[in-house]
């Protein structure tokens, strides 16, 4: 059974930083990729960032580019997102998700976390 448990997340304030945690089990975690997905609410979930596991490839939205690091540990099947200069427009909930290889629309990933709340402060 694939898992991805998530940790991290929490309130901070505008320009403070957060470190999220995807933990994967169950699944090739080398040979694949995790993104990162927000949903504020009334809003679409839309893509943050993403990594292959294999080659270490990101990719990042334009909104997070240059603010957020997208970071594997294959000996620990575990990403991370960590996040700098926080805005409050990056207040959502937060979820990890496992596909075959790196993509940017939800849509191509299989296995999804239980999503992490980041509130940003003003």
């Known amino acids: 059974e694939v898992q991805l448990v998530q940790s991290g997340g929490g309130l901070v304030q505008a320009g403070g930083s957060l470190t999220l945690s995807c933990a994967v089990s169950?699944?090739?975690?080398?040979?694949?990729?995790i993104g990162w997905f927000r949903q504020a609410p009334g809003k679409e979930r839309e893509g943050v960032s993403c990594i292959s596991t294999s080659d270490g490839v990101t990719h990042y939205a334009d909104s997070v580019k240059g603010r957020f690091t997208s970071s594997s540990d294959n000996a620990k099947n575990t990403v991370y997102l960590q996040m700098n200069s926080l805005k409050p427009e990056d207040t959502a909930i937060y979820y990890c998700?496992?596909?075959?290889?790196?993509?940017?629309?939800?849509?191509?990933?299989?296995?999804w976390g239980q999503g992490t709340q980041v509130t940003v402060s003003s």
């Open positions: 169950g699944y090739t975690f080398n040979d694949g990729a």
């Open positions: 998700a496992a596909a075959l290889s790196i993509a940017t629309s939800p849509g191509w990933y299989d296995y």
